[in-house]
């Protein structure tokens, strides 16, 4: 893994279009410590659309996606001191999603720390409307209790399938089991927390996987397809290596029929559901909520 440790020079960046402005309820920046993902030695990698942004290209690494990795080293700082100077009527519409393009809890975060340390910034204020951390790492597990003081934040798991022979088939990636438990231990401190099935993979069926999502103890449920959520209609995801080794990549049949699942028998429950763009960006704001 090529590691680069560096300073940046900012660390909110506005989300004026993309699918984190999308509506009803848009982000309003996006938070990443890093440029690059370790997870992209493994199954997300081969489809993961960060691949192909202008931030990763413009870096200047040799190595390719998934094998190498910028460290914002001053990226707590530039937290801090950019809340800080806020006003609070600007700081209280703040909606963050940390990160798009990279995963907080990827492995090189055990030693940096950088994700911590914004989540230790964002502890000193309880003003803001949201926080989105967004992840399928286990090392998450290492800062519920830092998360829980956190009164805007939802941890957010991906889990893309419940097949972990279909996951490792491809190129693996975090254990199944252990994201599971992330959820309940999330719930247990009592930290807001959504589950991603972004994308919908194959999975083993259709009972075993919705059963499974509902009785995870998430508040909300989002189920994605990569022709609907790769941000260009599928287009990136056919130049990606996830379209050589699934050949039926553009099949969405299998996500579509778990959201209808979901929709039938999460009624009645407090489970919110979200397709795609509109449910990453369908987390009610604060001043609504209550
Ligand atoms: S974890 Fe997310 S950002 Fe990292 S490679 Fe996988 S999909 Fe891409």
């Known amino acids: ?82 809340l800080s100077t806020m006003k609070p009527q600007v700081r209280h519409k703040l909606r963050i ?44 597990a290492r800062d519920l209790s830092l998360l829980g003081k956190i009164p805007y934040a939802c941890l957010s798991v991906t889990i893309e399938t419940d097949d972990q022979i279909y996951l490792k088939r491809l190129k693996g990636g975090p254990p199944l089991e252990k994201r599971w438990e992330l959820i309940r231990e999330s719930r247990a401190c009592g930290i807001s927390t959504q589950i991603t099935v972004s994308p919908c993979l194959r999975y083993s069926g259709i009972e075993n996987f919705g059963q499974r999502l509902l009785r995870s103890g998430a508040n909300r449920l989002i189920v994605d397809s990569v022709t609907d959520g790769d941000g260009s209609g599928g287009e990136r995801t056919a130049r990606s290596p996830f379209a050589q080794v699934e050949p039926d990549w553009e099949d969405s049949d299998h996500a579509h029929r778990l959201y209808r699942y979901l929709e039938e028998y999460a009624g009645g429950t407090d489970i919110a559901l979200g397709w795609s763009i509109a449910g990453f960006c369908g987390i009610t704001p604060r001043y609504l909520a209550q």
């Open 97 to 140: 999603f940390m990160s798009s393009t990279t995963d907080p809890y990827q492995p090189v975060e055990r030693e940096y720390q950088i994700t911590r340390q914004c989540l230790e910034v964002f502890a000193d204020y309880d003003d803001l409307d949201l926080l989105v951390v967004q992840t399928r790492s286990p090392l998450a």
């Open 1 to 82: 893994m090529e590691i680069l440790l560096k300073e940046a020079k900012s660390i909110l960046t506005p989300q004026r279009n993309g699918f984190l402005a999308a509506r009803p309820y848009p982000f309003t920046h996006s938070l990443s410590g890093y440029v690059g993902c370790g997870f992209g030695q493994t199954t997300c990698g081969l489809y993961c659309y960060a691949q192909f942004l202008p931030n990763w290209h413009f870096r200047g690494f040799t190595a390719e996606w998934g094998h190498a990795v910028q460290v914002k080293t001053n990226a707590a700082q530039l937290l801090a001191k950019a």
